[in-house]
């Protein structure tokens, strides 16, 4: 798939996959200014977030028409607004820009003719990069210390867009490792910006609790002869979403606590 909008041909493809049920979606508003075009999403500050759609949560027509089964009730305010819908083709990520219509059944999303890729830069910044995570044991009053894991399939400080690496966590096939069966396995940062980090992590080894709020150190190497920087930032957890078998989730922590300093320094390693 070669180019940035499908062909005719890859498009009646996709659409058939889509129509086959096999893949999750995430519907984000997006600005009326630049609808059809490149699908800007609305800022985090205005507290309007993607809505991730599991696949038994959906019926697509062959005439491209997706019908939503038992939405989520917080999806219903995007009637009648232009969305971004995004998801994945053979670990291609595909997107449409379209507008939400309100049907007899409920929410419907016209699928347009024009169905583009999603361009990532994978060029990954030189900003080594560590985190500790503070856990709450709930038995005996304690924590944990986890010093978080990372994969090379989420490059960090890169313009990636959050929403893909969540949808990739969830679809993709766990990893089995039987020398780590019955092990507490830290959780994996998949995202991070100035306002939130995002980790992934399987639910039998640690499960986050919406709402709930946490410590967190960061750490980024500096220029011998100094060491490193160190970030210390409080986030509570502001969204969850779970694989279809419910075995897998990821957190989307917004910070709670941090400093004005290492916001801005946060900021730069993004640029």
Do not use: W
């Not at 990954?124 to 304690?142: E, I, M, R, T």
């Not at 957190?251 to 946060?266: F, G, N, P, Q, W």
């Amino acid at each position: 798939m070669a180019g940035s909008e499908l062909s005719g041909i890859e498009r009646q493809l996709v659409l058939q996959y889509l129509i086959d049920g096999n893949t999750p979606i995430t519907v984000t508003p997006v600005d009326d200014s630049v609808a059809g075009t490149n699908g800007k999403i609305k800022s985090d500050s205005s507290h309007i977030f993607p809505v991730a759609l599991r696949a038994e949560q959906m019926t697509v027509l062959n005439q491209g028409i997706i019908l939503l089964k038992n939405p989520p009730e917080n999806i219903k305010s995007y009637e009648g607004k232009n969305v971004r819908v995004q998801f994945y083709f053979n670990k291609i990520g595909l997107y449409f820009i379209t507008c939400m219509k309100k049907v007899s059944s409920g929410p419907a999303i016209v699928i347009p003719a024009a169905i583009q890729r999603v361009t990532e830069t994978v060029e990954v910044k030189p900003h080594p990069f560590s985190a500790v995570l503070y856990y709450a044991l709930q038995k005996d009053g304690g924590d944990l210390h986890l010093d978080c894991q990372f994969d090379d399939a989420y490059p960090l400080f890169t313009p990636t867009d959050r929403n893909n690496a969540i949808v990739r966590y969830l679809s993709a096939v766990p990893k089995s490792d039987t020398a780590l069966q019955g092990k507490i396995i830290p959780p994996t940062v998949l995202y991070i910006d100035h306002e939130r980090i995002v980790f992934g992590t399987e639910k039998k080894t640690i499960s986050f609790s919406e709402g709930a709020e946490y410590a967190l150190k960061m750490g980024f190497p500096l220029p011998k002869p100094l060491k490193e920087r160190e970030v210390y930032v409080t986030c509570m957890v502001e969204q969850l979403f779970s694989d279809d078998a419910d075995t897998k989730c990821c957190a989307v922590c917004k910070y709670t606590s941090i400093k004005e300093e290492d916001v801005r320094y946060l900021s730069d390693c993004l640029r």
